[in-house]
């Protein structure tokens, strides 16, 4: 089972650089706590430490691209300091604006373009995929379970309800659909149904 390493933590410390200022949406959580549990839920699979450390870095593409890091600098940065396999596993679950093309998606295409990359990911990519909706849909069980009014939880989202309940629905899918059949899928499966009687 991975544990601590110095891949590891120069990752974490990688990642705080990078989300540094950020927090989890709706709350003010430092952003960091997120990739560490999707670490954490690897761990506890027994992943290896390539697709631990794509955990740790997987929004980072997706929502660092500022202050002078263009995505083009954090790719370069990424795979230079962990690995090409790293990298691979980080863009796979990292949504695009543009697609191939260079043509700018819209909310919904965004979506339907990352559920149809599932189907050419790599394993690895896919657990980073489904521990991070563990966490997501995790937290905002937890959330829902804490608080009078459901809509203050539903709201910190686009679409609020109906559409978030959609994207986990349509996540947990789509991997099954990809032939992706480890047992966090039941996990992820169970947090979907939780929500849905929330």
């Known amino acids: 089972m991975t544990g601590y390493s110095d891949r590891i933590n120069h990752a974490f410390a990688f990642a705080a650089k990078h989300h540094d200022r950020q927090v989890r949406k709706g709350t003010r959580l430092p952003y960091l706590t997120h990739p560490a549990n999707v670490a954490l839920i690897l761990t506890r699979y027994g992943r290896d430490e390539d697709t631990v450390i794509a955990g740790i870095l997987h929004d980072v593409i997706e929502d660092c691209v500022r202050e002078g890091w263009t995505r083009e600098m954090l790719e370069d940065r990424i795979a230079s300091k962990f690995g090409q396999p790293v990298l691979d596993a980080v863009l796979a679950v990292t949504k695009r604006k543009l697609d191939d093309d260079g043509v700018e998606l819209s909310r919904d295409e965004v979506k339907t373009d990352y559920l149809e990359r599932l189907a050419t990911a790599s394993e690895s990519a896919r657990w980073v995929c489904a521990a991070d909706k563990v966490h997501n849909a995790g937290s905002i069980l937890a959330d829902l379970r804490r ?7 539903w709201g910190r989202f686009n679409g609020g309800r109906d559409a978030t309940m959609q994207w986990y629905r349509g996540v947990r899918d ?3 659909a990809v032939g992706f059949s480890a047992p966090i899928v039941n996990e992820l499966s169970d947090l979907v149904a939780a929500l849905e009687a929330a």
């Open 147 to 153: 608080t009078i009014d459901p809509e203050s939880v």
């Open 174 to 176: 789509r991997l099954i």
